[in-house]
Structures are given as C-alpha cells and as structure tokens.
Antibody, heavy 118, light 107 residues
C-alpha cells in the first residue's frame, strides 16, 4: 500500500523557518518525481514545487528564493525547507507523487498545517 | 503562467443527473491536464490524467475529454458521494497551475 506521511507543520512567526518532511512507502520512491501542493484555509489548490528523479527542481513564483525542495532516496523522504515565511504561506501542505511521464498526481499525503502568525 | 478558468464556480444537480464541468486554459497545454476531486477535510483524489485517462479505481461514470485549451470532465450519473469540489491542473508548462475549482452541490 502506498503511503505518504507529512510531518513538521506547526505555528511559526513571520520571517521564521520550517522544514516539512514526507515519508514515502509502498512504491519505488527514487523512480517518481515528487511535489508539494498547498491549500490556504477555505481556498483552492496551489502547486508549490517539484523535484524530479534527477534532482532537478521547480518552484512556483511566490516560493522562489524562499523555499527549497529536496529528496533523500536512501530514506524515501521528501523535504520542503521554508524560509522567510509570510502570513500568506499559511496553508495545509500536501506532498504528492507524480505519475511517471503522465500529467497527474496519483498519491497524496494527508497534509501538514503550517500557520504563520505572530 | 498558464491560467486555468473553471466556470461556473458552483453547479447544482440532483442525484442521477449528468454533470459537465469546464476547464479552459489561457494557452495550449496539449493533453497535459488532470482532474481531481476533493471532499472537505480530505486530500485531493486523482480522477483523470492526460486529459482523458481514468485513474486506477475511478468509476466509469467519470470521463475526461479535450485538448489544447478546452477540457471537460463529465459525470454521467451523479451518485451521492460525487458531491464535492473538482479541480483541473495543467502541467503543459512551468509553473504548473490549478483551476480555482468547481463545487458540485446537491440541488
């Protein structure tokens, strides 16, 4: 059974940092591009970042220069380092696996809530 | 950035009715489009990938069509569990984007 389990969410002050983790199991993690998608309270989905199987990285414009995505294939774990956090970064952050070579996120974690507030 | 427009924001149907949801892209995404269903408090669920392919375990009443800039998700006969929010998502070019969602509610 495929499982994606996020951790590391919580309350952080504006300007602070937080690192999210996503532990994957049940599939060949190293063969999948992995992504983060977020959802602000009561709002729609927003793509955050993707890391490919070759460790190539991509970011949404609001995250560039502040967020860093990475992966550790030996631990089957995806990370999102978030710096210089703003109130508008408050959201549930989901990790998701990308169907190889296809357009779609096939598996999703349950989400981790990040609240940026003083 | 490619903007995906889903309209209308809310659609009202009775169970058993046919629902047709629209997603329009501001420029061509070829067939690089997916559809997701999301219920309150849950993660999204993949329904359709590559515009027209049903994901594993998705009932046959869900179908996707379109290419380029105009896409459609059709639910042939709404079941009670289908009332939810539906999002389209493109990965035709970076940055990837989502539509703002269409809520399918019970009439």
């Amino acid at each position: 059974e495929v499982q994606l389990v996020e951790s590391g969410g919580g309350l952080v002050q504006p300007g602070g940092s937080l690192r999210l983790s996503c532990a994957a199991s049940g599939f060949s993690f190293s063969s999948y591009a992995m992504s983060w998608v977020r959802q602000a309270p009561g709002k729609g989905l927003e793509w955050v970042s993707t890391v490919g199987t070759g460790f190539d990285t991509y970011y949404g414009d609001p995250m560039k220069g502040r967020f860093t995505i990475s992966r550790d294939n030996s631990k089957s774990t995806l990370y999102l380092q978030m710096n210089s956090l703003k109130a508008e970064d408050t959201a549930v952050y989901f990790c998701a696996s990308n169907i190889p070579g296809r357009a779609g996120f096939d598996y999703w974690g349950q989400g981790a809530l990040v609240t940026v507030s003083s | 950035e490619i903007v995906l427009t889903q309209s209308p924001a809310t659609l009202s149907f009775s169970p058993g009715e046919r629902a047709t949801l629209s997603c329009r892209a501001s420029q061509s995404v070829s067939s690089s489009l997916a559809w997701y269903q999301q219920k309150p408090g849950q993660a999204p669920r993949l329904l359709i990938y590559d515009a027209s392919n049903r994901a594993t375990g998705v009932p046959a009443r869900f179908s996707g069509s379109g290419s380029g800039t105009d896409f459609t998700l059709t639910i042939s006969s709404l079941e009670p569990e289908d009332f939810a929010v539906y999002y389209c998502h493109q990965r035709g070019s970076w940055p990837w984007t989502f539509g703002q969602g269409t809520k399918v509610e019970i009439k």
